[in-house]
């Protein structure tokens, strides 16, 4: 038997943990005597087709490890949409290399890609087994329980509106933070696990699984600042109207859009300094402030969840395993069995390809601006260890003297 040469790439946007996944992929492969070659492509699809591989057999077991625990995508990414032509080149790429076992890390689209690739060589009758792994900081893959990336960046945005928080209290204001999430809400619902008192923010989580309407989203921080004399706000960059339109587009008199010909969400901060711009002038509150975390929530180096970088190496490993031992092409899955424990399951590339998971309702609110203690539960252990905590001084006030009445 010989499982000749294996070609290993990242697409889609970068994480905190998919090098653990790539170097999963490495080492495990390393492990069969008949794989003569292992290659990386750079850039994902793009360096397929360009035919830009290096050659990961080189590399030392101990450089490995040092890159599985050093965030982003250490062969580069690529945001290129694949169509059946893209494909086809591919297929072209990967036979004229004698590729027979093809690894892709990454989120829905790149699992498509792998699912086409995989047709292609069928109909070719050439012998090539394609896995895809799962990676994307959205959390949503269907058929998993959870994906790696997310964990980490989850433990981002929780830490991250925690701090915020401290920061609102001790000079009260409005905040809003615009977190990742075009129709998933996982990340920006995150924000709710760094709450621990119960005027803690943030006070209002606005998902877009749920209909956002500018007049209610008003009255809701308009209540809460009087209620609290502060407001904390979690907004996806994903919240639209309706019909679907996202809130950013209809606020903003123009609007970037990306290579799959979405309106560009992220990478600005539109949509923070129009709902500032709104709750300013239609409330009347002076000190509002916003952010957008952007891209620090996929590659935050000092922000990485333990058990997040387990799983992500383990699914590259079971990747392989899958590949090796079973023959089998598919998409990798990771599911929960326990509290907290995960088993993994190979999923056929037709389950998973081109399809969006969101969030369960029983995740969220009646209200739709706060979430579930089931989130919470589902939530906590994917964290990993060592979350830091925040504390306050017990108030013990001393009478006035001057103005004892006042």
């Known amino acids: 038997m010989t499982f000749g040469k294996i070609l290993v790439a990242q697409g889609g946007g970068p994480t905190a943990v998919i090098n653990q996944s790539l170097v999963g992929v490495a080492l495990e492969a390393r492990r069969f005597g008949e794989v003569r070659r292992i290659y990386g492509a750079r850039h994902g699809v793009r360096g397929i087709v360009n035919e830009d591989f290096v050659d990961l057999t080189q590399e030392t077991s101990h ?7 050093t965030p982003s995508s250490a062969l580069g990414s690529t945001r290129d949409k694949t169509d059946m032509r893209n494909c086809q080149e591919i297929f072209k790429v990967l036979q004229a290399h004698q590729i027979e076992h093809f690894f892709y890390i990454g989120g829905n689209d790149s699992s498509d890609t792998v699912r086409i690739v995989r047709l292609e060589a069928q109909k070719a009758g050439y012998p090539l087994r394609c896995l895809h792994i799962p990676k994307t900081i959205d959390n949503d893959l269907v058929g998993n329980d959870h994906t790696p990336g997310f964990p980490s960046a989850a433990r981002f945005v929780a830490q991250a509106f925690a701090g915020a928080n401290l920061d ?9 933070g ?18 621990k008192f119960p005027d803690d923010g943030p006070h209002l989580i606005y998902l877009p ?24 706000i979690a907004v996806s960059e994903g919240i639209h109207d309706a019909s679907g339109a996202p809130i950013a587009s209809l606020l903003a008199k123009e609007m970037e859009h990306d290579a799959h010909g979405n309106v560009q969400l992220s990478g600005n901060g539109a949509l923070a ?12 509150i002076k000190r509002v402030r916003g952010d957008t975390f952007g891209y620090l929530q996929r590659s935050f180096i000092g922000c990485v969840s333990d058990v997040d970088q387990r799983e992500a190496r383990e699914v590259g490993e079971k990747a392989v395993q899958f590949a090796m031992w079973g023959a089998q092409d598919g998409s990798v899955a990771i599911k929960r069995t326990g509290f907290y424990s995960v088993d993994y399951e190979l999923l056929p590339l037709s389950a998973v390809a081109g399809k969006t998971r969101v969030m369960e309702d029983e995740f969220i609110t009646a209200g739709g601006t706060d979430v579930t203690d089931a989130f919470r ?20 006030p001393v009478a006035k003297v001057l103005k004892p009445g006042g």
Do not use: W
């Open 377 to 396: 539960m589902y939530l906590r252990p994917l964290l990993g260890s060592g979350m830091p905590d925040a504390f306050r001084l017990r108030h013990h």
């Open 273 to 284: 300094d129009l709902l500032c711009g709104e709750i300013k002038s239609k409330l009347g």
């Open 168 to 176: 609102n209290a001790a000079l009260p204001g409005v905040y809003v």
């Open 178 to 195: 615009v977190v990742m999430g075009r129709h998933a809400g996982f990340l920006t619902a995150a924000s709710a696990l760094g709450k």
């Open 63 to 69: 450089n490995l490890e040092l890159v599985a625990n």
């Open 209 to 232: 699984e749920r209909t956002f309407v500018l007049e209610q989203f008003l009255a809701d921080v308009k209540e809460t600042y009087a209620r609290f004399s502060r407001c904390v």
